[in-house]
Nanobody, 125 residues
Framework: QVQLVESGGGLVQAGGSLRLSCAAS????????MGWFRQAPGKEREFVAT????????YYADSLKGRFTISRDNAKNTVYLQMNSLKPEDTAVYYC??????????????????WGQGTQVTVSS
């Protein structure tokens, strides 16, 4: 059974950092694009970042460039999201996603065929 399990969320003060992890199981995801989306209360789900299978390419939401960094460890079947200089508006449930091929549609949640249950990130002011 294929699963993506996020961890690392929690409560942090504005300006702080968190590192999210997403552990994949059920098969190797070393050839998949993997990424992160988030959804804040009352808002649409939005793209955060995606990384190619060999980490050669990374894609970020424009508003998050410079503060968030996506990385992966294929040996551990895990993708990470390092979040720095966190702001209250980063409060959301963060979801891990994966798909074998994504092309130019990396910011479209519906193009991914695996996703996790999410981890809550709360940033206090």
């Amino acid at each position: 059974q294929v699963q993506l399990v996020e961890s690392g969320g929690g409560l942090v003060q504005a300006g702080g950092s968190l590192r999210l992890s997403c552990a994949a199981s059920g098969r190797s995801f070393s050839r998949d694009y993997m990424g992160w989306f988030r959804q804040a209360p009352g808002k649409e789900r939005e793209f955060v970042a995606t990384i190619s299978w060999n980490a050669d390419s990374t894609y970020y939401a424009d508003s998050l460039k410079g503060r968030f960094t996506i990385s992966r460890d294929n040996a551990k079947n895990t993708v990470y999201l390092q979040m720095n200089s966190l702001k209250p508006e980063d409060t959301a449930v963060y979801y891990c996603v994966a798909v074998l091929r994504i092309g130019p549609y990396y910011s479209d949640f519906n193009r991914y065929n695996h996703w996790g249950q999410g981890t809550q990130v709360t940033v206090s002011s």
